[in-house]
T-cell receptor, first 114, second 114 residues
Framework: GESVGLHLPTLSVQEGDNSIINCAYS??????FIWYKQESGKGPQFIID?????DKRQGQRVTVLLNKTVKHLSLQIAATQPGDSAVYFC?????????????FGKGTHLIIQP | DSGVTQTPKHLITATGQRVTLRCSPR?????VYWYQQSLDQGLQFLIQ???????AKGNILERFSAQQFPDLHSELNLSSLELGDSALYFC?????????????FGPGTRLTVT
Protein backbone atom coordinates (compact mmCIF):
# COMPACT_ATOMS: atom_id res chain seq x y z
CA GLY A 1 0.00 0.00 0.00
CA GLU A 2 1.01 3.61 -0.30
CA SER A 3 2.61 5.23 2.69
CA VAL A 4 4.75 8.08 3.86
CA GLY A 5 8.24 7.17 4.97
CA LEU A 6 11.38 8.81 6.29
CA HIS A 7 14.93 8.33 5.11
CA LEU A 8 16.72 8.27 8.48
CA PRO A 9 15.53 7.07 11.84
CA THR A 10 18.03 9.24 13.78
CA LEU A 11 19.70 12.56 13.00
CA SER A 12 22.37 14.03 15.26
CA VAL A 13 23.35 17.71 14.87
CA GLN A 14 25.41 20.24 16.76
CA GLU A 15 23.59 22.93 18.67
CA GLY A 16 23.46 26.05 16.50
CA ASP A 17 23.73 24.14 13.22
CA ASN A 18 20.91 23.78 10.74
CA SER A 19 19.00 20.50 10.65
CA ILE A 20 17.43 18.93 7.60
CA ILE A 21 14.94 16.13 8.03
CA ASN A 22 13.79 14.29 4.95
CA CYS A 23 10.65 12.46 4.01
CA ALA A 24 9.63 10.47 0.96
CA TYR A 25 6.01 9.96 0.10
CA SER A 26 4.52 7.56 -2.38
CA UNK A 27 0.96 8.73 -2.92
CA UNK A 28 1.19 11.12 -5.82
CA UNK A 29 -2.41 12.15 -5.19
CA UNK A 30 -1.59 13.62 -1.77
CA UNK A 31 -2.13 17.34 -1.86
CA UNK A 32 -1.36 18.43 1.67
CA PHE A 33 1.67 17.73 3.81
CA ILE A 34 2.35 18.48 7.44
CA TRP A 35 5.31 18.22 9.77
CA TYR A 36 4.73 17.29 13.39
CA LYS A 37 7.11 17.31 16.34
CA GLN A 38 6.68 14.84 19.16
CA GLU A 39 8.57 15.31 22.39
CA SER A 40 9.01 12.47 24.81
CA GLY A 41 5.80 11.71 26.67
CA LYS A 42 3.71 14.16 24.65
CA GLY A 43 1.39 14.10 21.69
CA PRO A 44 2.46 15.31 18.25
CA GLN A 45 2.58 19.06 17.83
CA PHE A 46 1.91 20.82 14.53
CA ILE A 47 4.96 22.60 13.11
CA ILE A 48 4.23 23.65 9.56
CA ASP A 49 2.22 22.57 6.55
CA UNK A 50 2.41 22.93 2.81
CA UNK A 51 -0.03 22.42 -0.02
CA UNK A 52 0.95 20.55 -3.14
CA UNK A 53 0.72 23.71 -5.25
CA UNK A 54 3.63 25.20 -3.33
CA ASP A 55 7.35 24.38 -3.38
CA LYS A 56 8.42 26.13 -0.21
CA ARG A 57 6.92 27.55 2.91
CA GLN A 58 8.66 29.30 5.75
CA GLY A 59 7.76 29.59 9.38
CA GLN A 60 9.63 30.71 12.44
CA ARG A 61 13.06 29.04 12.15
CA VAL A 62 11.54 26.29 10.00
CA THR A 63 11.21 25.85 6.27
CA VAL A 64 9.41 23.07 4.45
CA LEU A 65 10.39 22.18 0.90
CA LEU A 66 8.28 20.07 -1.41
CA ASN A 67 9.60 18.40 -4.55
CA LYS A 68 6.68 16.75 -6.28
CA THR A 69 8.84 15.45 -9.11
CA VAL A 70 10.64 13.05 -6.80
CA LYS A 71 7.93 12.95 -4.11
CA HIS A 72 10.20 14.37 -1.47
CA LEU A 73 9.51 16.57 1.49
CA SER A 74 12.03 18.14 3.83
CA LEU A 75 11.99 20.14 7.02
CA GLN A 76 14.80 22.56 7.67
CA ILE A 77 15.33 23.87 11.17
CA ALA A 78 17.64 26.86 11.46
CA ALA A 79 20.05 27.32 14.38
CA THR A 80 18.99 24.12 16.11
CA GLN A 81 18.41 24.45 19.84
CA PRO A 82 18.25 21.85 22.62
CA GLY A 83 14.48 22.29 22.69
CA ASP A 84 14.32 20.98 19.15
CA SER A 85 15.19 17.48 20.35
CA ALA A 86 12.21 15.34 19.45
CA VAL A 87 10.87 12.89 16.92
CA TYR A 88 9.71 14.57 13.74
CA PHE A 89 6.98 13.07 11.59
CA CYS A 90 5.84 14.03 8.15
CA UNK A 91 2.23 13.37 7.33
CA UNK A 92 0.23 13.48 4.15
CA UNK A 93 -3.38 13.65 3.17
CA UNK A 94 -5.37 13.52 -0.01
CA UNK A 95 -8.18 16.00 0.46
CA UNK A 96 -10.32 14.33 -2.18
CA UNK A 97 -10.14 10.92 -0.59
CA UNK A 98 -13.11 11.28 1.72
CA UNK A 99 -11.08 10.59 4.84
CA UNK A 100 -9.45 13.34 6.86
CA UNK A 101 -7.09 11.12 8.79
CA UNK A 102 -3.43 11.83 8.30
CA UNK A 103 -0.98 9.20 7.03
CA PHE A 104 2.19 9.49 9.07
CA GLY A 105 5.73 8.41 8.34
CA LYS A 106 7.67 6.50 10.96
CA GLY A 107 9.56 9.49 12.31
CA THR A 108 13.09 10.81 12.60
CA HIS A 109 14.63 11.27 16.02
CA LEU A 110 16.55 14.55 16.10
CA ILE A 111 19.35 14.58 18.67
CA ILE A 112 21.07 17.85 19.54
CA GLN A 113 24.73 17.61 20.52
CA PRO A 114 26.00 20.38 22.83
CA ASP B 1 -0.87 22.57 26.11
CA SER B 2 -2.91 21.80 22.99
CA GLY B 3 -6.28 22.22 24.68
CA VAL B 4 -7.21 18.59 23.98
CA THR B 5 -7.63 16.46 27.08
CA GLN B 6 -7.54 12.70 27.35
CA THR B 7 -8.29 10.39 30.24
CA PRO B 8 -6.98 8.22 31.66
CA LYS B 9 -3.28 8.88 31.16
CA HIS B 10 -2.34 5.27 31.82
CA LEU B 11 -4.40 2.11 31.68
CA ILE B 12 -3.32 -1.41 32.53
CA THR B 13 -5.69 -4.26 31.85
CA ALA B 14 -5.76 -7.94 30.99
CA THR B 15 -6.35 -9.71 27.71
CA GLY B 16 -9.99 -10.18 26.84
CA GLN B 17 -11.09 -7.10 28.74
CA ARG B 18 -12.81 -3.96 27.49
CA VAL B 19 -11.73 -0.37 28.11
CA THR B 20 -12.99 3.08 27.25
CA LEU B 21 -10.73 6.01 26.46
CA ARG B 22 -12.10 9.51 26.68
CA CYS B 23 -11.25 12.67 24.78
CA SER B 24 -12.39 16.27 25.07
CA PRO B 25 -11.55 18.37 22.01
CA ARG B 26 -10.43 21.95 22.00
CA UNK B 27 -13.18 24.46 22.54
CA UNK B 28 -14.84 25.13 19.21
CA UNK B 29 -13.42 22.13 17.39
CA UNK B 30 -16.06 19.95 15.78
CA UNK B 31 -13.84 17.20 14.43
CA VAL B 32 -12.23 14.50 16.55
CA TYR B 33 -9.71 11.93 15.38
CA TRP B 34 -8.31 8.85 17.06
CA TYR B 35 -4.82 7.54 16.37
CA GLN B 36 -2.87 4.56 17.61
CA GLN B 37 0.90 4.78 18.07
CA SER B 38 2.96 1.63 18.46
CA LEU B 39 6.62 0.89 17.92
CA ASP B 40 6.05 -1.40 14.96
CA GLN B 41 3.17 0.40 13.23
CA GLY B 42 3.97 4.01 14.04
CA LEU B 43 1.13 6.52 14.15
CA GLN B 44 -1.98 5.14 12.51
CA PHE B 45 -5.29 6.85 11.91
CA LEU B 46 -8.21 4.93 13.37
CA ILE B 47 -11.39 6.94 12.98
CA GLN B 48 -12.78 10.46 12.67
CA UNK B 49 -15.98 12.04 13.91
CA UNK B 50 -17.38 15.36 12.87
CA UNK B 51 -20.12 17.04 14.88
CA UNK B 52 -21.38 13.75 16.23
CA UNK B 53 -21.27 11.77 13.00
CA UNK B 54 -18.68 9.27 11.85
CA UNK B 55 -16.73 10.90 9.03
CA ALA B 56 -14.00 8.47 8.08
CA LYS B 57 -12.47 5.17 9.07
CA GLY B 58 -8.85 4.24 8.90
CA ASN B 59 -7.14 1.13 10.20
CA ILE B 60 -9.62 0.48 12.98
CA LEU B 61 -10.25 -3.09 14.06
CA GLU B 62 -13.79 -4.41 14.36
CA ARG B 63 -13.16 -4.91 18.09
CA PHE B 64 -12.77 -1.14 18.41
CA SER B 65 -15.53 1.41 18.20
CA ALA B 66 -15.95 5.08 18.91
CA GLN B 67 -18.59 7.72 19.26
CA GLN B 68 -18.86 11.47 19.61
CA PHE B 69 -21.44 12.86 21.96
CA PRO B 70 -23.58 16.02 21.65
CA ASP B 71 -21.12 17.94 23.83
CA LEU B 72 -18.47 16.89 21.28
CA HIS B 73 -16.40 14.76 23.59
CA SER B 74 -15.49 11.38 22.18
CA GLU B 75 -14.91 7.91 23.51
CA LEU B 76 -12.92 5.08 22.00
CA ASN B 77 -14.00 1.62 23.10
CA LEU B 78 -11.57 -1.26 22.82
CA SER B 79 -12.89 -4.74 23.48
CA SER B 80 -11.57 -8.31 23.56
CA LEU B 81 -8.18 -6.79 24.16
CA GLU B 82 -5.07 -8.56 22.92
CA LEU B 83 -1.44 -8.06 23.85
CA GLY B 84 -0.88 -6.38 20.50
CA ASP B 85 -3.32 -3.63 21.40
CA SER B 86 -0.80 -2.22 23.85
CA ALA B 87 0.01 1.20 22.48
CA LEU B 88 -0.40 4.92 22.90
CA TYR B 89 -3.80 6.16 21.82
CA PHE B 90 -4.05 9.78 20.80
CA CYS B 91 -7.03 11.92 20.23
CA UNK B 92 -6.76 14.99 18.02
CA UNK B 93 -9.21 17.70 17.15
CA UNK B 94 -9.57 20.31 14.47
CA UNK B 95 -12.03 23.03 13.65
CA UNK B 96 -13.73 21.45 10.71
CA UNK B 97 -11.79 18.52 9.30
CA UNK B 98 -11.39 20.39 6.04
CA UNK B 99 -8.23 22.20 4.91
CA UNK B 100 -6.18 23.48 6.58
CA UNK B 101 -5.68 20.18 8.37
CA UNK B 102 -4.05 21.45 11.53
CA UNK B 103 -4.94 18.85 14.08
CA UNK B 104 -4.25 19.39 17.76
CA PHE B 105 -3.22 16.29 19.64
CA GLY B 106 -3.91 15.40 23.23
CA PRO B 107 -1.28 13.93 25.57
CA GLY B 108 -2.40 10.38 24.86
CA THR B 109 -3.51 7.36 26.84
CA ARG B 110 -0.94 4.64 27.31
CA LEU B 111 -2.68 1.26 27.24
CA THR B 112 -0.87 -1.80 28.50
CA VAL B 113 -2.52 -5.17 28.00
CA THR B 114 -1.05 -7.97 30.12
Amino acid sequence: GESVGLHLPTLSVQEGDNSIINCAYSNSASDYFIWYKQESGKGPQFIIDIRSNMDKRQGQRVTVLLNKTVKHLSLQIAATQPGDSAVYFCAEIYSGGGADGLTFGKGTHLIIQP
Amino acid sequence: DSGVTQTPKHLITATGQRVTLRCSPRSGDLSVYWYQQSLDQGLQFLIQYYNGEERAKGNILERFSAQQFPDLHSELNLSSLELGDSALYFCASSVSGRPPYEQYFGPGTRLTVT
